[in-house]
């Protein structure tokens, strides 16, 4: 692990180095921003709270304080026990190891044509240039999971450091539980924003998936049609046992009236109906 404060000349912040890559085209491709805020928006962990537990789309992590203009820009990862920005100014322009002391805890990366070699360490790099995404994550900053997902290949791989290297793990129906965490991650099949497909989502302990916000919503407003519908029943049982109560008032009314035409016509006819 670094000394930090061994160094002498103080280290850049995130606002001295660049929060996107020189010549980069632009925004990550559809699939990768979907896929990454599908990610945080399930990422609710029940040993963390929102407040500690920070999640990164597209976000330039830089990892080398020897070389602190070196950076990965992972497709998305999670920290834990960090700090999470409450004031818009506070928002993060990159992550800077040396600023935050904390690695990222699970690192995702999404396979594209031409990426596969670099997000599974198979990449040749010569001796001056800066190490791959895999060795970084591996042996720089020693995240503890390394995913990757294959969406054309609908095939999801996730590593675990064990000593100093990953090591796969054995995923059952494309699951993984990662104790820590007190979450799953896995494939799942389903419609996100109007889009069908496959996705990586985070799951409870029950095997449950997260559910997403616009679900919450429909279950809510399911829930508050399904109370209306039950306070309607009510209302109506409610005026039923009303009428059904004026009717047998009635009926009894009738015969109490047709009873004492009775004992009238028996007085008339010097009868005392008490004496019967």
């Known amino acids: 692990m670094y000394d930090f404060q061994a160094r002498q000349k103080p ?5 001295d180095l660049p929060s996107e890559e020189v010549g980069d085209a ?3 491709d559809e699939f990768h921003r979907f896929q990454g805020e599908l990610l945080t928006e399930t990422c609710r962990s029940p040993f963390y709270p929102g407040d500690r537990c920070f999640t990164a789309i597209d ?10 203009q070196r ?3 992972p497709d998305w990862f999670v920290a834990l026990d960090v700090g999470v920005a409450q004031r818009q100014e ?5 992550y800077l190891i040396w600023q935050e002391g904390v690695p990222p805890f699970l690192v995702v990366e999404l396979l594209s044509p031409g990426t596969e070699g670099e997000d599974l360490g198979r990449s040749v790099r010569g001796i001056d240039q800066p190490p791959g995404k895999w060795e ?15 969406r054309y290949e609908n095939q999801f791989r996730l590593f675990r450091l064990q000593g100093m290297r990953y090591e796969a793990l054995v995923l059952v129906q494309g699951r993984y539980w990662l104790e820590e965490l007190g979450l799953g991650l896995g494939v799942w099949d389903g419609e996100y924003e109007g889009i069908q497909g496959r996705w990586l989502r985070w799951y409870d302990q029950a095997g449950h998936w997260i559910p997403l916000r616009a679900e919450l919503l429909a279950q809510e407003q399911q829930a508050r049609q399904a109370a209306q519908v039950q306070l309607a ?3 109506h049982d409610r005026q039923l046992a009303q009428v059904q109560l004026a009717q047998e008032q009635e009926r009894a009314a009738a015969v109490a009236a047709q009873y004492q035409v009775l004992l009238d016509k028996l007085r008339a006819q010097g009868i005392n109906p008490d004496e019967l």
């Open 11 to 15: 280290l850049p912040t995130m606002y």
């Open 26 to 28: 632009g925004l990550p």
């Open 59 to 68: 976000l330039n992590l830089y990892y080398d304080p020897r070389h602190p």
């Open 71 to 73: 950076y990965k820009r």
């Open 90 to 94: 506070a928002l993060r322009w990159s």
């Open 136 to 150: 970084v994550y591996e042996r720089r900053l020693r995240v503890p999971y390394y995913g990757v997902y294959d």
């Open 233 to 235: 029943q009510e209302q």
